[in-house]
Nanobody
């Protein structure tokens, strides 16, 4: 059993920063895993935000490049998303997800992710 538990969401003004964390509970990491952050705004489809894989590769949505940074700790028990220069359009529920394979540039496809967290709300006011 693998559980993903997100934390760090909240309300912030535009231009501010937040750091989301995803605790991985249970044995998950393998030589080919990928972790990712997705988000879903009210009335919109879920979209990929960023991903990090066992190879060290990282991927970002164009809308967050240069503003968000995904990372994992050395123990591989926590995946974080540092968000800076936040905009009102970043407002959404943010979800952590995990999969056992690496699909490269198709990282944003949520179908292959096996485990999902419960989500943490991020609200950015103008």
């Amino acid at each position: 059993q693998v559980l993903l538990v997100e934390s760090g969401g909240g309300s912030v003004q535009a231009g501010g920063s937040l750091r989301l964390s995803c605790a991985v509970i249970g044995y998950f990491f393998s030589s080919t895993y990928c972790m990712a952050w997705f988000r879903q705004a009210s009335g919109k489809e879920r979209e990929g935000v960023a991903s990090i894989c066992a190879t060290g590769s990282t991927y970002y949505a164009d809308s967050v490049k240069g503003r968000f940074t995904i990372s994992e700790d050395n123990a591989k028990t926590t995946v974080s998303l540092q968000m800076s220069s936040l905009k009102p359009e970043d407002t959404a529920m943010y979800y952590c997800a995990a999969r056992y394979d690496n699909v490269g540039n198709n990282w944003y496809d949520d179908k292959g992710f096996r485990y999902w967290g419960q989500g943490t709300q991020v609200t950015v006011s103008s």
